[in-house]
């Protein structure tokens, strides 16, 4: 790629790193990466990633911004209550960095059209809230053989972990949906808004890193933040053989939009 002098100086603080230089950032320019959920994980990640340059960003989500968004959905404003998300993100990204090309999807996403979503992108992002979506996203891109970042957030703690192909998926660590009576959800339970940040700044760092073939993914390993204590530890996790997606006799042969009960 020959960048131009603008894009030299936008990217100089990047170029300057021995492990990025510009072959790393023409990587990053030629990257494509999908963000599903443009919430508290999804809008850190979204804005750093195209802060940094990634050619191509994908937006996935179909809900509208909301005032009590706002706390920690840091892509939308004031300004952008009731419009839709992908668009109120789409708008910042193009604002911070013209060269990113954005693809919205404005629709949910479900065993129907997920994979077609995913497919050309090389790397997601699971920025989603829900359990359903989280076993579904993590479902297609084992399928597809997709490397993809789970975060999860709730109060003041944190969890992400990367999968690869043949590394542990999801469903090797949360083997069974649990009951929404089990784990409540932030418009329950709350969150504050910097710990979503910190997440979602976790998973564009794992974009990025794939992206320039760099570093040490979190694969195997899941990185848990206790933001209270300020503490970080590791819990290595392992690729289940009896996995039903990606065990040794898997059950999941198909695509399906699972129900979380009661």
């Known amino acids: 790629m020959d960048f131009t002098k603008e894009q030299f ?3 100089a603080r ?14 990053i320019a030629k990257g494509k990466v999908l963000i599903v959920g443009l919430g508290g994980l999804g809008s850190p990640t979204a804005l750093y990633l195209a802060a940094a340059g990634v050619g191509t960003l994908g937006l996935a989500d179909y809900d509208r911004v909301d ?16 419009k839709t998300k992908t668009v109120s993100a789409q708008e910042k990204i193009k604002a ?10 404005s629709e949910a996403l479900c065993a129907a059209n997920i994979a077609k979503v995913i497919d050309g992108y090389d790397f997601i992002i699971d920025g989603t809230d829900n359990f359903p979506a989280k076993f579904l996203i993590n479902d297609a891109c084992v399928m597809a053989k997709k490397p993809f970042s789970h975060a999860g957030v709730l109060r003041f703690d944190g969890q992400a972990f990367t999968h690869l192909p043949g590394t542990a998926c999801y469903r090797c660590v949360f083997s069974k949906m649990p009951s929404l009576e089990a784990v409540p959800g932030c418009s329950q339970a709350g969150i504050l808004g910097p710990v979503a940040g910190m997440l979602g700044t976790v998973q564009a760092l794992e974009a990025l890193k794939y992206l320039l073939g760099r570093g040490e993914l979190l694969i195997d390993r899941m990185l848990i933040v206790d933001t209270l204590g300020m503490k970080f530890r590791e819990v290595k996790i392992k690729k289940s053989a ?3 997606i990606c065990g040794k006799n898997p059950s999941i042969k198909e695509l399906f939009d699972e129900v979380q009960q009661r």
């Open 14 to 27: 990047n170029i300057l790193l021995c492990n990025v230089g510009v072959e790393g950032q023409e990587k």
């Open 9 to 11: 100086e936008r990217y």
């Open 96 to 105: 911070l960095n013209p060269d990113v090309q954005v693809i919205t999807h």
């Open 67 to 82: 005032i009590s968004n706002l706390q920690r959905q840091v892509i939308h404003s004031t300004l952008d209550i009731g």
């Open 242 to 244: 009896d996995c039903r």
